[in-house]
């Protein structure tokens, strides 16, 4: 009988791990409120088209500009994977500028950093790349998610050695 125990105790916390690493990084009300039919590259063509609607994109910052009562992030467009956070792949269908209210660090939120963000579409900026005019939706922060730099790869990881290595 106690051996039936240990294995269901043994049971349960190895299926609380495996469930833990599948949920998505943003909350349920995110992920109720936000219009996941919405794609970015609809979007990206026609922002005033979806003024109000709260969307679900994520990506790489590329800058973050601190202004007086709030921050500009500028982000690369992404993919995100079945738990909401950006493939690390070198995959975009544009950019875009996520505005917090208030001020937040540049040394947090800085270049190469993934993000994933709940916004509600504002706006749009018509902004210089380069030479060209670049037009930019623009999102008002509901919630978001900075991924941990351990976290970029998605890959399973699994080691067995035996041995004396050596890591460069």
């Not at 993919?79 to 208030?102: A, C, H, M, T, W």
Request: glycine share 6%; aromatic share 12%.
């Amino acid at each position: 009988m106690k051996t039936h125990i240990k294995i269901l105790f043994l049971l349960v916390i190895v299926s609380a791990f495996i469930f833990s690493a599948c949920a998505p990084v943003l909350s349920d009300k995110s992920l109720r409120e936000a219009n996941l039919s919405i794609s970015f590259q609809d979007l990206q063509k026609n922002p005033d088209a979806y003024m109000g609607k709260v969307v679900i994109f994520g990506g790489r910052i590329i800058t973050t500009t601190a202004k007086k009562d709030e921050t500009w992030v500028e982000v690369l467009q992404q993919p995100l994977d079945n738990q909401y956070k950006p493939e690390n792949k070198d995959v975009s269908y544009g950019r875009f500028i996520i505005v917090f209210k208030g001020f937040m660090d540049p040394a947090i939120y800085a270049p190469y950093r993934l993000i994933t963000v709940t916004g509600e579409v504002v706006g749009k900026e018509v902004l210089p790349i380069k030479e060209i005019q670049y037009t930019y939706p623009v999102l008002a922060v509901r919630e978001h998610t900075l991924i941990r730099p351990e976290n970029y790869n998605n890959e399973p990881r699994f080691n067995l050695g035996f041995g004396l290595g050596i890591n460069r």
